[in-house]
């Protein structure tokens, strides 16, 4: 079965502090992974898009890594904000299924 | 441009009841895609529709339906609804299959 975990489940962080949030999957083949923000109560935002031949993709202080060989993706998130409170989503297309898999998302608290 | 637009926002319904959840993409977007997000499930795929065809169908019952008319909007259909369809929905849009998705705001759904 075709799996996204994320980790960790959630994640208090000082503002101003850096952070990583680990994405791993067992989709495959896929054709690309994305990286969401979402707001409580409001829709996901994307925040970086990548396919299997992209290393690191960067959104202002987002960025975004993927190994396509460890099947490992990670989110950096630099000099963190407080409206960076969120919980992050990563999402892997499977491209033989044409889906979209779905991890269950940190959460992200950052603490003034 | 206008982003996408989900009505209503909030519904409550009780049990045995059906709804229907409206969706409008962003203008130019011919692909629209449902989910549903629970606590406990993080977001969940529904269907995906596109040029009026679905293309792709997540693995829920078939009291969820849904359909896409020709100006590119799209409705969901939940039919005698049950305790556990308590859930925000959310929509998605974007110009094509495989293209990078924009989220409405999500209705939330009640049932009582």
Known sequence: KNQVEQSPQSLIILEGKNCTLQCNYTVSPFSNLRWYKQDTGRGPVSLTIMTFSENTKSNGRYTATLDADTKQSSLHITASQLSDSASYICVVRDTGFQKLVFGTGTRLLVSP | ?112
């Open chain 2, 1 to 112: 441009k206008a982003g996408v637009t989900q009505t209503p926002r909030y519904l409550i319904k009780t049990r045995g009841q059906q709804v229907t959840l409206s969706c409008s993409p962003i203008s130019g977007h011919r692909s629209v895609s449902w989910y549903q997000q629970t606590p406990g499930q993080g977001l969940q795929f529904l269907f995906e529709y596109f040029s009026e065809t679905q293309r792709n169908k997540g693995n829920f019952p078939g009291r969820f339906s849904g359909r896409q008319f020709s100006n590119s909007r799209s409705e969901m259909n939940v039919s005698t609804l049950e305790l556990g369809d308590s859930a925000l929905y959310l929509c998605a849009s974007s110009f094509s299959t495989g293209d990078i998705q924009y989220f409405g705001a999500g209705t939330r759904l009640s049932v009582l």
